[in-house]
């Protein structure tokens, strides 16, 4: 079916960014020249600064990130859409070092900066607004700097060495293939091919699609592990030995403007609530007569098997906008119109789902693989939520456009709610409705539950590096977590033990995962708001996200409403959820 459609399906034009190689050096010469001239205002700052001359150096360095960020955007898309392409690769590698190179020449402005003292810091700070609240932000981590010789030593040391191991355990994993039996042949699927059959109806295919994939990762876990291992031993000699941040997750915590003891009771919460995602699931278990196991997790509620073309899925998704906000709508249908949607399945290209942005005020590029799943049309509401938030905050200067991580996925997850809300109301009580509503809770324990116990094991596994532990105990600590998530009664195959070795989150972005569990949250206390408020949320919630990053996060979402310090707040999200789950029950 999907070989005749495949034309149907959209694949970017990465032209649109450069046209061939040779625009592209066009502009890593021009980035080169504008890293010379920087150059010299370092004398100048440090023998006579003015605010004029700290606005100029702004200036300047804003025309760098801007150019400096659209090659890379280039680069990661160009390698995205086939791992396997050599000439990509060697692109990646290049401008890896390139950038690095034009950091460590570049690195003496936030290291003055960061090192003034804060009667001299207000002095200087520049007119602009923009360019003031980004240096502001610079000096948060004036405690953590070293000496500009030790950072260009780390810088050197990461292009080659913690970077280079991340991009070897992509190169890796995506190259996994697995044997599947189609007809009488057998063919070798990847990754993104084998997923769908988890979600799928047949317990059979079910219990077969994880055996493979723990199976494949359990026979690579001495290599994965040590990736995993040596990053976080790199990890931890940077910013705990080194840097003297309290804990490994503090960096994160640090770089999202929230405090420790925030997400510390952000994460408490959480655990406190997993009996609803245990309940759920016996309660669906029992109803599809199949175990209480592992491996039915996401075992869907039985509903018409609808095969959606994208041309379909995308119009679903574009009218759940539209109910919502025309703007949403509009702003989401850039992606498509202008051909900056690769939502196409090969072989090569990267698994997963993303979106991207090059330049700010510029349409955003979407990632995905169409499988023609109702997962898909979610995949796609989500990532297109991901390119409103980027084209609605696209005026500010580059520094401060994108969101902080906990509010990166509102907008994305909100999308998600639409989708399903338009689908649950044409549904209604059927079997399709039924269904709908099951997967909402589906959704809610991975992207709240899962990605919460994810952070857990994280913050438990780097503990366990830096005691020493072995990759055996890393598998055995996560079985651990799984126990305490899913409780007793739950069969939990000893093969699950691999599944971390799956998450490339944990590899490539430690603690980053629990931005999902907060966006979810959030948005579910959210969206109880615009139930309640209606139309009157939408221009509110516009200029939420309007913000950005030029805000600090917890003034934002107490100027919408929720204060992140009530456990109360959260518990409202957990509220909902349990409403849900009530309702659904009542639905048998």
């Known amino acids: 079916m999907y070989a005749q459609q495949i034309e149907k399906i959209p694949v970017w034009n990465l032209k649109q960014l450069y046209a061939d190689e040779k625009a592209l050096k066009k502009d890593l010469k021009i980035v080169a020249r504008q890293t010379e001239d920087f150059l010299k205002y370092r004398k100048l700052l440090e023998r006579k600064p003015t605010r004029e001359l700290v606005e100029e150096a702004m200036e300047k360095n804003e025309e760098m990130a801007i150019l400096s960020h659209k090659m890379g955007t280039y680069s990661m898309l160009k390698f995205a859409q086939n791992t396997q392409d050599e000439e990509a690769k060697a692109l990646q590698n290049n401008l890896t070092q390139f950038f690095t190179n034009m950091g460590n020449q570049t690195l003496y402005f936030g290291l003055w900066w960061k090192n003034l003292d804060d009667k001299t810091a207000k002095k200087l700070a520049p007119h602009n607004k923009e360019h003031a609240y980004a240096l502001n932000e610079m000096r948060k981590y004036r405690k953590h700097l070293l000496s500009e010789k030790e950072e260009q030593i780390i810088n050197l040391k990461d292009a080659n060495g913690s970077d280079a191991l991340v991009k070897l355990y992509e190169i890796a994993t995506s190259g996994y293939t697995f044997p ?23 317990p059979k295919l079910r219990v077969k699609a994880y055996n493979m994939l723990w199976k494949k990762f359990g026979e690579h876990a001495g290599e994965l592990g040590e990736i995993y291992v040596d990053l976080t031993h790199n990890y931890w000699n940077e910013h705990v030995t080194l840097r003297k941040f309290e804990s490994p997750i503090s960096v994160r915590n640090k770089a999202n ?11 408490r919460v959480c655990e406190q609530n997993t009996d609803i995602f245990q309940e759920y699931m016996e309660w669906k278990m029992d109803l599809l007569h199949v175990p209480f196991s592992r491996y039915h997790t996401y075992a869907p509620l039985p509903h018409p098997n609808k095969k959606y073309t994208f041309e379909e899925g995308y119009a679903t998704v574009m009218s759940a906008y539209d109910s919502f906000s025309p703007r949403f709508k509009r702003e989401a249908n850039r992606v498509h119109a202008q051909k900056r949607l690769d939502a ?17 005020n510029e349409t955003a590029f979407v990632h995905m693989n169409w499988n023609g799943k109702l997962h898909d049309v979610f995949t796609l509401a989500h990532e297109l939520g991901h390119a409103v938030h980027d084209h609605v905050s696209g005026h500010h200067s580059i520094f401060l456009q994108q969101a902080g991580l906990p509010l990166a996925e509102t907008a994305s997850t909100f999308g998600e709610m639409l989708l399903a809300e338009k689908l649950k109301r044409e549904n209604g009580h059927s079997s399709m409705g039924k269904y709908l509503l099951a997967q909402q809770l589906d959704d809610a324990y991975s992207s709240i539950q899962r990605q919460a116990f994810f952070c857990k094991f994280e913050v438990d596994a780097f503990d366990a590096v830096h005691a020493g532990s072995s990759v055996t105990e890393l598998n055995e600590l996560y079985y651990e977590n799984l126990r305490t998530q899913f409780g007793k009664k739950m069969d939990i195959p000893i093969e699950a033990s691999y599944e971390w070795l799956m998450i490339p989150h ?3 972005a430690p603690f980053y995962v629990y931005a999902y569990a907060f966006g979810q949250l959030l948005v579910t206390a959210l969206w109880e708001m615009y139930q309640k408020e209606g139309k009157d ?52």
């Open 537 to 588: 949320f939408v221009p509110r919630y516009e200029k939420f996200l309007s913000y950005g990053g030029s805000k600090d996060p917890e003034k934002m979402l107490l100027e919408i409403g929720f204060d992140p310090r009530r456990k109360q707040s959260w518990q409202s999200g957990f509220h909902v959820l349990r409403n849900k789950l009530r309702e659904l029950k009542k639905m048998e």
């Open 257 to 267: 403007n929230l405090d420790d003891e925030m997400v510390k009771n952000f994460l």
């Open 180 to 202: 599947w039996k189609k007809g009488l042949k057998t063919i070798h699927i990847s990754e993104e091919e084998l997923r769908p059959h988890i979600q799928g109806k047949d």
């Open 344 to 360: 196409q399945l090969r072989k090569g290209k990267r698994g997963g789902a993303f979106c991207a942005n090059a330049t700010p």
């Open 506 to 508: 944990i590899f490539e």
